[in-house]
C-alpha cells in the first residue's frame, strides 16, 4: 500500500547513543519532514525537505540530523541521544503540486516512532 | 505549535454535536486543516479548507472559517465513540507549495456512551 513507512515502531536509547530513525515513501512526494510530538505541546517541525539534496531546520533541530539523498527516504539522525529527546517522532510527506481541482497540500503521516531516552 | 491555539479537552455525550475551536495567528495562511489522531496512530487528513472560503461540508463534518477572527472550527454531527481521539487543527502559510504546516496542541474529543 502507498503511504509513508517509519521504522522502528519504538526504541530505547541509552543517553549518549546515537541512532537513526528511518522513513520512506512511495508517492514520490517532494517535501518530507520530521515532527516530533510531546504532549500538550502537539506537533513541533525539526527538519524538512523540499526534494532531494535540499534541507532545512524547523523550529527544533537541534541534536538532529537529517539528509535527503533520494525523493523516497528522509532519514533522521539523533548524534548523541538525550532524555529531553524522548518524544513521538512523526515523519511526514506532501506534494508541492496539488493534484486536481481542490487539490490541497495536505500531508500523508507515518505511524510514528516511540523513543525513549533512559 | 507556533501561534496556532486549541482548547486540550472537550467530553460530549454520544449522539450529540462536537464543536472543536482553533485560533490562528497568520493572516497569510492558505489552506487551513482538521487531523485526526487514534491512540497510537499518526495522524490523518479528516477535512481542509482554503482561505478564501467560509464554509466546507463533508457528511458528519462541518468546518468553519471566520477570516476576519482568525477563528476555525469543526463540528462532528451525530458524535460517537469512535470519535473520540485527539484532533488537530493546522494552517498552511505561504508560499502554498512549500510553506510549513503550524499545528495547534491538539483538542482530545471524549466521547461518553
Known amino acids: 500500500n502507498a503511504g509513508v513507512t517509519q521504522t522502528p515502531k519504538f526504541q530505547v536509547l541509552k543517553t549518549g547513543q546515537s541512532m537513526t530513525l528511518q522513513c520512506a515513501q512511495d508517492?514520490?512526494?517532494?517535501?518530507m519532514s520530521w515532527y516530533r510530538q510531546d504532549p500538550g505541546m502537539g506537533l513541533r517541525l525539526i527538519h524538512y525537505?523540499?526534494?532531494?539534496?535540499?534541507?532545512d531546520q524547523g523550529e527544533v533541530p537541534n541534536g538532529y540530523n537529517v539528509s535527503r539523498s533520494t525523493t523516497e527516504d528522509f532519514p533522521l539522525r539523533l548524534l548523541s541521544a538525550a532524555p529531553s529527546q524522548t518524544s513521538v517522532y512523526f515523519c511526514?510527506?506532501?506534494?508541492?503540486?496539488?493534484?486536481?481541482?481542490?487539490?490541497?497540500?495536505?500531508?500523508?503521516f507515518g505511524s510514528g516512532t516511540r523513543l525513549t531516552v533512559v | 505549535g507556533e501561534d496556532v491555539e486549541q482548547s486540550l479537552f472537550l467530553s460530549v455525550r454520544e449522539g450529540d454535536s462536537s464543536v472543536i475551536n482553533c485560533t490562528y495567528t497568520?493572516?497569510?495562511?492558505?489552506?487551513l486543516y482538521w487531523y485526526k489522531q487514534e491512540p497510537g496512530a499518526g495522524l490523518q487528513l479528516l477535512t481542509y479548507?482554503?482561505?478564501?472560503?467560509d464554509m466546507k461540508q463533508d457528511q458528519r463534518l462541518t468546518v468553519l472559517l471566520n477570516k476576519k477572527d482568525k477563528h476555525l472550527s469543526l463540528r462532528i454531527a451525530d458524535t460517537q465513540t469512535g470519535d473520540s481521539a485527539i484532533y488537530f487543527c493546522?494552517?498552511?502559510?505561504?508560499?502554498?507549495?512549500?510553506?510549513?504546516?503550524?499545528f495547534g496542541q491538539g483538542t482530545t474529543l471524549q466521547v461518553k456512551p
Open positions: 511526514a510527506s506532501r506534494t508541492i503540486t496539488p493534484q486536481g481541482k481542490g487539490g490541497n497540500y495536505g500531508y500523508t
Open positions: 508517492m514520490n512526494h517532494e517535501y
Open positions: 525537505s523540499v526534494g532531494a539534496g535540499i534541507t
Open positions: 497568520d493572516s497569510s495562511s492558505t489552506y
Open positions: 479548507i482554503f482561505s478564501n472560503m
Open positions: 493546522a494552517e498552511k502559510r505561504k508560499p502554498s507549495n512549500t510553506g510549513k504546516l503550524i
